[in-house]
């Protein structure tokens, strides 16, 4: 690569922000690293991260996005009111519960007189505005425009739109159909969003749908554009662009991918070879970056030529995979010459150029190489102690078998998930294992050295269980989830919404997964066990979500539950001001999924934690009746709804490895929690779902470059957050998603002959983690010096309302880019003592009415030694038992009397209520202040922004107010704070 002038000045930059960023974070984590005994992840980072910076530096030449060379096309008019412009709205809303207000704006405007706007008040809401049916044009293209502005706190992906598709007027929704291809381009305070959609025969008519979900804030829409510019069937795109559009998905393109297989046709052939080459050529790139690197740090940039060279093999390429296209369609009975002709200048590009690094790397200084012991682990080291330590990375796969071979071939995995859960024959007298062997025997042919018992319990809100099992108890009143508005949950296939308060459960759970873990326990290619994929507490039915909140076996444990905490009933009514004459006469309260907001007392407090505690101690019977049968093998779980639904306080207790799965930023903060959780359980991490395209890149899944990129940003990612077991999702997916993310590495297009452009970058982002693979798996992250504080009772409290998640997430946008990483804890984990708050500089506190009461005498005591309080909303007017609580206040008032209280009161009362009609969260009030002063401070910066919260923080018993923008929230109230806090020092 040419270095010089205007690209060198960027590099260095570049390389230089990223040193020092880095010593940095050395430099304050040195007292930290001798304290834990090595600087190992560090010295990780040290040897990944140019890698990761350098990986924009080598591509194909830029392009045109999709579509951009298409015509202009014919603009319809599909909808009524399509541009807002007239007095009536005459756009739906649905869900109609939704507390998210849709209006019309005259004041906000993109083009003509009004905009349609959608204010969010509700973290845990979602609203959608939609325009009725309009009949499509059956596999037409056409392009839909619309401009969206949004609050700054509200991010990309919490808007949408999209078609909802039925065969007609009145009928049942067939199909969801998402933008492809999409593009944003800023134009002044508005983005135009920009993307084509296609429409079945079967499902031609399409409602139009505008959302705004989990956030709080507002979004404006404006000046929506439909285009009719032609036929999706005739789009050929170049080998850059994922463009699924008018792509058929299914069991067809299997049938004709096992037809060229099967019969080795020229097709597949020629296939193979197309794979060959994509193969090699992405090796050469990741050596030429390599290479530019080194020659770099020697003082000798690399000969321009060589990545001018690289270049025009790509040109060669896109041609190679064009010819290979034509052929495709032709079903060509022979090699096709310009097939043949493109793929041999290609290769003999590739030759040449593979010549010309080998040369380079000829008189390069020689590296010292690190101790074998801190790199690669050979393959025969155990992976996985039973305990889930990692002593390696471990990598595995999930996909259809008839795949498996074409993947272990690339990419090497170790593991595959094709072993059953479920066993062969299971009567009621007899259980037969026998498909597991049989499994186990199929993988190891196809090269894998095992596999994991991939068993639903806990797979969403179901389990797995026998006919014979639901037949025997199916007219029992419980024994299926029961709301408490009578509503019944029901089954899914083989797995059902059993109640795990009925002791049939219970029984069936302890004798299925002991018998199935006693058969594993004999055969060493099952690897571990795993449960509780995508699992959340309750259960949901075409009413909507509700909690296992009655039945006779659910209400029994509930008064258990009490009177095992307050032994007597008079102990419970001195608690609660409460004069029931017995634990008997105590009835669970009203579903507040189906029963909105009403005022918490003790009774819906204590029902909210009995809830919450007896869903983790179903997941732990789960992991118990498998350790105590197999105790050799290591459980693993895959969450989804860990923090925004399920408390992790106690979550080691149901597995050795904690995996999470989710799509951007959800993911990205639910890297920082894990990560904290896992400071004090001291197991391991997993990644048992990585749908790669729901992550870095996310708006651009369309660029098959930029996906290379980020699946190699990605996967490195989550290693260095310690997640050194993963498992890869998938080689394809007939599930309509796949045009909406990233969830297949062969292309569709191709009938699934050939390799994506961008799964190559999976091949090299393990290679570079298998470089430090004793690093990674031997070493934790230094502890930051931030601290989020869980508020659990308040979210479990406040349920379903969930301002203090979505709080959580405005904090991690906010301060993670800027470099500040923080911990996230349970607010359990300070209570009982396992977290210390004297060893953070700060504490941040989402909103968090509702605090145990020994939690704000330490928070207190805290703020009185000195340490740094932020709170978003005023902290602890109530403890966990939702009751009037002033422990907290008292001490910040006793630690500083003389300080301007009032007006730090004024300052939080602004924060509404989570039940109240006004808008919840501490990023989204609408308020101005001016200067005010508190305890004879400054406040700078006061002028509010509409939609930005005020907070309150507390140093050394001072109140301060915080607001505008957090960014700049620590330095509003003392800008001395900045050198008495390390927090702002860029840790990382």
């Not at 140019?50 to 060379?69: F, H, L, Q």
């Not at 065969?167 to 983005?191: C, F, H, L, M, N």
């Not at 595995?396 to 059953?420: C, D, I, K, M, Y």
């Not at 391991?684 to 190699?712: P, T």
């Amino acid at each position: 690569m040419d270095i010089e002038n205007e690209t060198r000045t960027r590099w260095l930059h570049t390389m230089r922000e990223t040193w020092i960023r880095l010593l940095q974070a050395h430099s304050h984590c040195a007292e930290r690293f001798r304290q834990t005994g090595s600087p190992i992840r560090i010295l990780a980072a040290l040897l990944l991260c140019a890698g990761i910076m350098a990986g924009r530096s080598v591509g194909a030449p830029a392009g045109p996005a999709p579509g951009a060379g298409m015509p202009a096309g014919e603009v319809v008019v599909l909808y009524p009111n399509q541009d807002f412009e007239t007095e009536k709205l005459d756009w739906g809303f649905w869900p109609s519960e939704s507390r998210t207000r849709m209006e019309l704006d005259t004041q906000v405007v993109q083009h003509g007189r009004q905009s349609l706007r959608l204010t969010a008040v509700d973290a845990s809401d979602r609203a959608f505005a939609l325009a009725g049916s309009a009949a499509y044009e059956p596999e037409a293209l056409y392009r839909v425009s619309l401009y969206v502005r949004r609050d700054p706190g509200v991010l990309p992906s919490a808007i949408s739109f999209f078609l909802n598709c039925t065969e007609g007027p009145g009928k049942p929704i067939k199909d969801r159909v998402y933008p492809s291809a999409t593009t944003r381009r800023r134009v002044g305070e508005w983005e135009c969003w920009s993307g084509f959609f296609s429409v079945a025969k079967s499902a031609p008519m399409g409602s139009l749908l505008l959302g705004v979900e989990h956030t709080v804030g507002r979004v404006w829409f404006d000046h929506i554009t439909i285009e009719k510019v032609g036929k999706a069937q005739d789009l050929r795109p170049d080998v850059w662009t994922n463009l699924t559009l008018g792509v058929q998905i299914g069991e067809a393109p299997l049938r004709r991918l096992a037809k060229h297989r099967d019969r080795n046709t020229p097709v597949y052939q020629m296939a193979n070879g197309y794979n060959d080459l994509l193969w090699r050529s992405a090796a050469l790139e990741r050596d030429l970056r390599d290479l530019q690197r080194c020659h770099f740090y020697a003082g000798r940039p690399l000969r321009a030529s060589l990545h001018s060279r690289f270049l025009e093999s790509e040109t060669l390429f896109d041609r190679t995979f064009q010819a290979y296209a034509d052929a495709l369609r032709a079903d060509a009975a022979a090699p096709d010459p310009a097939f043949t002709e493109a793929a041999g200048r290609l290769k003999a590009a590739l030759d040449s150029l593979d010549n010309d690094l080998a040369e380079a790397r000829k008189g390069l200084p020689v590296a010292s190489e690190l101790p074998s012991r801190l790199g690669p682990q050979p393959r025969t080291l155990r992976p996985i102690e039973a305990d889930g330590r990692m002593n390696r990375i471990l990598f595995g796969v999930w996909s259809p078998a008839n795949f498996s071979t074409l993947e272990q071939q690339r990419f090497g995995f170790e593991f595959h998930s094709a072993a059953p859960g479920e066993p062969k024959v299971h009567s009621e007298t007899a259980t037969d294992f026998s498909n597991i062997t049989e499994a186990c025997d199929k993988l190891e042919q196809a090269g894998f050295a095992g596999t994991f018992g991939m068993l639903s319990f806990g797979v969403h809100e179901r389990l797995y269980a026998p006919q014979w099992l639901i037949d025997k108890h199916r007219d029992e009143p419980d024994f299926f989830k029961l709301g408490n508005d009578g509503t019944r949950a029901g089954s899914s296939g083989g797995i059902h919404s059993l109640n795990y308060f009925h002791p049939a459960v219970e029984r069936h759970i302890k004798d299925y997964l002991g018998k199935y873990a006693e058969f594993c326990r004999k055969e060493p290619r099952i690897l571990f066990y795993e449960v509780a994929q995508e699992a959340y507490p309750g259960f949901a039915n075409e009413k909507g979500m509700h909690l296992v909140s009655y039945g006779p076996h659910m209400v029994q444990a509930f008064h258990d539950y009490l009177q095992g905490k307050y032994r007597t009933i008079a102990a419970l009514n001195r608690e609660w001001g409460a004069a029931y004459a017995d634990f008997a006469a105590i009835q669970p309260p009203p579903d507040p999924n189906v029963r909105r907001w009403q005022p918490p007392t003790p009774l819906t407090a204590e029902s909210a934690n009995f809830a919450e505690q007896a869903y983790i101690d179903y997941l732990k019977l789960i992991y118990d009746t498998l350790k105590a049968a197999d105790p050799g093998k290591p459980v693993v779980s895959r969450h989804s709804a860990l923090l925004s639904r399920i408390n992790g306080a106690r979550i080691f207790q149901t597995c050795d490895v904690l995996s999470f799965h989710r799509g951007a930023p959800e993911m990205n903060l639910a890297n920082f929690y894990l990560n904290s959780l896992n400071r004090y359980a001291k197991r391991s991490l997993g990644y048992m779902e990585d749908f790669w395209g729901k992550q870095e890149e996310v708006d651009r899944v369309w660029d098959e470059r930029a996906q290379r990129r980020g699946l190699e940003k990605h996967v490195i990612r989550e290693g260095f957050w310690g997640r050194t077991l993963q498992m890869k999702w998938y080689a394809y997916t007939t599930g309509s998603y796949l045009f909406e993310y990233n969830g297949n590495w062969f292309n569709p297009r191709t009938d699934l002959t050939t390799w994506r452009y961008c799964a190559p970058g999976l091949e090299t982002a393990m290679r570079r983690l298998k470089a430090v693979d004793w690093m990674l798996t031997h070493s934790r992250i230094p502890p930051f010096k931030l601290l989020i504080l869980q508020p659990s009772a308040s979210m479990r409290i406040e349920y379903p309302a969930n301002a203090p998640y979505g709080e959580m997430m405005s904090l991690y946008a906010l301060l993670a880019p800027a470099g500040l990483f923080f911990e996230l804890v349970p607010e359990e984990y300070v209570a009982d003592g396992r977290c210390r708050l004297d060893e953070f500089a700060a504490v941040l506190l989402p909103q968090a009415k509702y605090l145990p009461a020994d939690l704000q005498r330490l928070l207190a005591d805290y703020t009185a030694a000195g340490g740094l309080m932020v709170a978003l909303g005023r902290p602890g007017s109530h403890d966990d038992l939702a009751r009037a609580c002033t422990v907290l206040h008292d001490g910040l008032r006793a630690a500083a009397p003389e300080a301007d209280w009032p007006s730090a009161d004024s300052a939080w009362d602004q924060t509404p209520d989570p039940g109240g009609s006004t808008a919840r969260g501490g990023f989204a009030l609408a308020h101005e202040l001016g200067d005010e002063a508190f305890g004879g401070g400054k406040v700078h910066a006061a002028q509010l922004h509409r939609q930005q919260a005020t907070g309150v923080g507390v140093e050394r018993g001072v109140p301060q107010l915080l607001g505008v923008h957090f960014t700049q929230a620590f330095e509003a109230a003392d800008l001395a704070l900045v050198a008495r806090h390390a927090v702002f020092f860029g840790l990382v």
